[in-house]
Each structure stands twice: as structure tokens, then as C-alpha cells.
């Protein structure tokens, strides 16, 4: 694999302990890796400490109850551990610039506004669907289910989209700001009886070659998974003139993406290009078949 072990496995951990006492101590036996090798690893590639991960995933998660459920914010506050309701209060207005309360009325006013749950993909902003059956797909904002923030986008195959059909949602940008430099993505990717899937990325030239491409084809997602970090590592050469990411689902089922980010990183981080250079030999070998 070449996103990090290390961090699936704590972000797994996590995900399956969001009402639980997380005990950290337990994580680094769980990731299988030792303690300051994974609290490295999972700031470097994720931004966050583990315990700022986990208070955030727990304030999403929170914010989907107060929209989702009636239970009382007390009630939702010691669900996610918080040890009081004044806690929970302080940090979810840190996190959403609003009180719980009223930010579940100020949610709830505007989704009574809109005529469908699932906005459409004209109204997913900045994203659009294509591939090579894109009338079997369907890209919609899932206001939901989401890793962090209000919302995640959902990508959804329907039941007879077959193995050789898929689907992709999208966006490009220009490359010249990252011309001569290595760019990591990563994002967050959940998933529903998905055949396959995964993110991706492209690096293109002018003329519409391309430079950089990896989809995740040898580390690919299948079936049914919870929230998890995916990591995806290119050069940008000096001849790029545009980017394109986003995630793809082959077949049928569903795939909710959240939380993309872009870094710079140096080459000490390995590039997960599929389209690797110097793919022969450097000198013929076994001429006389004797090996």
C-alpha cells in the first residue's frame, strides 16, 4: 500500500469508538505500530493529533444527531463523551461557530426550505459527473452523512451498472502554482456495497498526455467500509498544465467522499504514479533461456 497502514488502522479504531471511551494507549497495538511511530505518521498525513481527530469526528457525528434525531443535546453530549453539557456546548460552537441549539434550528429552518433532502449534481458546486456510462450514476450532496463539516458528496451507482461500467465525480485546476513540486492528496472516503472505488488523480500537458495518474486500481475499495484516510502522491512536471482528482466507483453501489486536501510534500514521500518511468530493464537479461 502506499497510503499508510499505520493510519487506516487508527482511523479504524477511532470510527468504531465515537460513543466509547477511546483509550489511546490501546491504539498503537490496535494500528499494530509503536506509539510515537504512529502519533508521527497520523499528524504528519492527516494535520491532526489523534485527539483532535477524534474530537472532530465526534462534533460531526453530534451535529448529525441534532439534526437527525430529537434527543436532547445533554442527552448527545455524554453520548460523545463530553462531560457536560457546558463542555460539549463550548467546543461544538468552537467547531461550528454556533451553540447546538441553535444551530439545530438554524439547520433544520433551512432543510424544511428545500423541496428535496439530496440536492442534484448542478448543485454540487464545483464538481460535475462523468465516466463511461455517466446516465447510471447519480452525484449528489448528502447533507447526512459527512466526516466533517455539513456535508459529504455521494457518488451512486444504480443496481445495473456492471463490472465494465463506471462512474467518477470530478474537477480540475490549473497546475502552474505547483509546476517542479510533489503534491499529496488525500481525502476521506465511506462505502456501501461498492464493487470497487477509489480516488484519484491525473497530471495532464497541454496537448491532453498525461504526465501523472494514479486511481488506486492495486489498493482499490470493495463492499461496505466506514470512514477512512486515502492518500494519493504525484510529481507535477514542469510541462503540466492542469490537474484533475476525484473518486471513481466501478458497478454498482455507493461511495461518500469528504474532507479533500492538497500538500506539498518533498521526496522523502513516495509518489504512488501508475505511470512510472524507466519500466524496462536497463540491460537485456536471459538471452539464451537459460534462467
Not at 150 to 168: C, D, I, V
Not at 198 to 206: I, K, L, P, Q, T
Request: with cysteine; net charge negative; hydrophobic share 35%.
Amino acid at each position: 500500500m502506499h497510503y499508510s497502514e499505520a493510519t487506516q488502522r487508527a482511523i479504524t479504531f477511532i470510527e468504531e469508538r465515537l460513543t466509547e471511551e477511546c483509550r489511546l494507549a490501546e491504539l498503537p497495538c490496535a494500528a499494530g505500530y509503536s506509539k510515537y511511530h504512529l502519533l508521527r505518521i497520523f499528524k504528519q498525513e492527516t494535520g491532526k493529533s489523534i485527539g483532535e481527530y477524534i474530537r472532530t469526528r465526534r462534533l460531526a457525528t453530534a451535529a448529525a444527531w441534532l439534526l437527525h434525531t430529537d434527543e436532547s443535546i445533554l442527552t448527545i453530549a455524554f453520548l460523545f463523551q463530553f462531560q457536560s453539557q457546558e463542555a460539549f456546548t463550548r467546543a461544538f460552537k468552537e467547531q461550528y461557530s454556533l451553540p447546538p441549539g441553535k444551530y439545530r434550528k438554524w439547520m433544520k429552518d433551512i432543510r424544511m426550505e428545500e423541496k428535496e433532502k439530496m440536492k442534484t449534481t448542478e448543485q454540487v458546486a464545483g464538481w460535475s459527473l462523468s465516466g463511461s456510462n455517466p446516465e447510471l450514476y447519480e452525484l449528489t450532496l448528502d447533507t447526512t452523512v459527512f466526516h466533517t463539516g455539513t456535508g459529504s458528496g455521494l457518488l451512486h451507482g444504480r443496481k445495473e451498472a456492471n463490472e465494465q461500467q463506471f462512474g467518477t465525480m470530478m474537477q480540475g485546476f490549473q497546475a502552474k502554482e505547483f509546476k517542479g513540486k510533489r503534491l499529496k492528496l488525500f481525502c476521506y472516503l465511506k462505502t456501501e456495497d461498492a464493487f470497487k472505488c477509489g480516488a484519484w488523480m491525473r497530471v495532464d500537458n497541454s496537448a491532453g498526455d498525461s504526465l501523472q495518474f494514479d486511481n488506486m486500481d492495486s489498493r482499490s475499495i470493495s463492499g461496505t467500509t466506514d470512514w477512512n484516510y486515502y492518500m494519493i502522491v504525484l510529481d507535477v512536471p514542469e510541462e503540466s498544465e492542469s490537474i484533475h482528482f476525484g473518486v471513481l466507483l466501478i458497478g454498482s453501489g455507493s461511495v461518500w467522499a469528504d474532507g479533500f486536501c492538497f500538500d506539498i510534500v518533498d521526496e522523502k514521500t513516495a509518489v504512488t504514479n501508475m505511470l512510472q518511468e524507466n519500466l524496462l530493464p536497463e540491460q537485456p537479461v536471459n538471452l539464451d533461456f537459460s534462467e
